[in-house]
């Protein structure tokens, strides 16, 4: 059982005719032009959410010369990564002197080939345990590193969102820390192994890790800037029915009747209606 929308009269299973017979409405199309209208701005509602968002992206990357710099030097990390981060030089019996530069794509392709029974079983000896939990450390922190880095990259899209500023600032600070524990954690490994193999082995840092970390002070020293300076957001002005978004929100949430919103959209469309006549007539 159902009511008429307009004159409230129950309605029968007889009742299966399109119009109401108490009052005749057509029942299917009776208020469809009303919640056309809703529909129309709820999407339009939407819209605004939506370009606010565009406008906050826009902002993150050209707002200003200083968003522009971010970018760049959120790159420069990255480049400094495929600079030689250490070097290990090993010789033995039968086996010539080599040294070997060890940058990103090195440890990329050792800890894809690594065979992780071996690196367990070194784990466990007596005599390079230590040494290998560092050097193990050491790759694990300063894959980590690279994979904040790559995260702070792609959080500049909400750069300019309510928690940008401190999720940037969170991201480079780990960034920093896991990457001066890798110098740290290396240096534990190559003194544990040069202690037991003095003749055949030994270690040093490379300028890569310093240029990775001087990278990572200039990007953390331009977000600290642009959290104390601010970034300005250009927003376009959006409408909701001919009424300026922030306005429709305001009334929404105070609970203004629907037939009151209604009637200030119409004055607001009329009114855009008319100056888009005068600037017509004036041309």
């Given at each position: 059982?159902?009511?008429?929308?307009?004159?409230?009269?129950?309605?029968?299973?007889?009742?299966?005719?399109?119009?109401?017979?108490?009052?005749?409405?057509?029942?299917?199309?009776?208020?469809?032009?009303?919640?056309?209208?809703?529909?129309?701005?709820?999407?339009?509602?939407?819209?605004?959410?939506?370009?606010?968002?565009?406008?906050?992206?826009?902002?993150?990357?050209?707002?200003?010369?200083?968003?522009?710099?971010?970018?760049?030097?959120?790159?420069?990390?990255?480049?400094?990564?495929?600079?030689?981060?250490?070097?290990?030089t090993y010789s033995g019996p039968f086996i010539e002197q080599?040294?070997?530069?060890?940058?990103?794509?090195?440890?990329?392709?050792?800890?894809?080939?690594?065979?992780?029974?071996?690196?367990?079983?070194?784990?466990?000896?007596?005599?390079?345990?230590?040494?290998?939990?560092?050097?193990?450390?050491?790759?694990?922190?300063?894959?980590?590193?690279?994979?904040?880095?790559?995260?702070?990259?792609?959080?500049?899209?909400?750069?300019?969102?309510?928690?940008?500023?401190?999720?940037?600032?969170?991201?480079?600070?780990?960034?920093?820390?896991?990457?001066?524990?890798?110098?740290?954690?290396?240096?534990?490994?190559?003194?544990?192994?040069?202690?037991?193999?003095?003749?055949?082995?030994?270690?040093?840092?490379?300028?890569?890790?310093?240029?990775?970390?001087?990278?990572?002070?200039?990007?953390?020293?331009?977000?600290?800037?642009?959290?104390?300076?601010?970034?300005?957001?250009?927003?376009?002005?959006?409408?909701?029915?001919?009424?300026?978004?922030?306005?429709?929100?305001?009334?929404?949430?105070?609970?203004?009747?629907?037939?009151?919103?209604?009637?200030?959209?119409?004055?607001?469309?009329?009114?855009?209606?008319?100056?888009?006549?005068?600037?017509?007539?004036?041309?």
């Open positions: 059982m159902a009511n008429c929308p307009k004159c409230g009269r129950k309605l029968g299973l007889k009742d299966w005719k399109p119009n109401c017979p108490g009052c005749g409405v057509n029942l299917v199309y009776y208020g469809m032009e009303e919640r056309l209208l809703d529909e129309a701005d709820i999407a339009e509602a939407e819209s605004a959410k939506l370009q606010k968002r565009i406008d906050r992206l826009k902002a993150s990357f050209i707002g200003s010369p200083f968003t522009i710099a971010r970018i760049v030097l959120s790159l420069l990390p990255i480049a400094a990564l495929m600079i030689p981060l250490c070097s290990v080599t040294t070997s530069n060890i940058n990103a794509i090195e440890i990329y392709n050792f800890v894809s080939s690594l065979n992780f029974d071996s690196l367990l079983t070194m784990l466990g000896s007596n005599l390079l345990g230590n040494a290998f939990i560092g050097l193990a450390g050491s790759l694990v922190a300063i894959l980590l590193s690279a994979v904040f880095v790559l995260v702070s990259l792609f959080a500049l899209m909400a750069a300019c969102g309510p928690k940008g500023n401190s999720r940037n600032l969170t991201l480079n600070s780990i960034s920093i820390v896991l990457a001066v524990a890798s110098i740290f954690l290396f240096n534990m490994f190559s003194n544990g192994v040069a202690a037991v193999f003095p003749d055949f082995f030994s270690g040093k840092i490379g300028a890569g890790i310093f240029v990775y970390l001087a990278a990572l002070a200039l990007l953390l020293g331009i977000n600290i800037f642009l959290t104390i300076k601010g970034t300005e957001v250009k927003y376009k002005q959006c409408y909701v029915g001919g009424i300026p978004y922030e306005e429709y929100v305001e009334l929404v949430n105070k609970g203004t009747p629907k037939e009151e919103i209604r009637a200030m959209m119409t004055v607001a469309l009329e009114k855009k209606e008319a100056e888009k006549t005068e600037k017509a007539e004036a041309k």
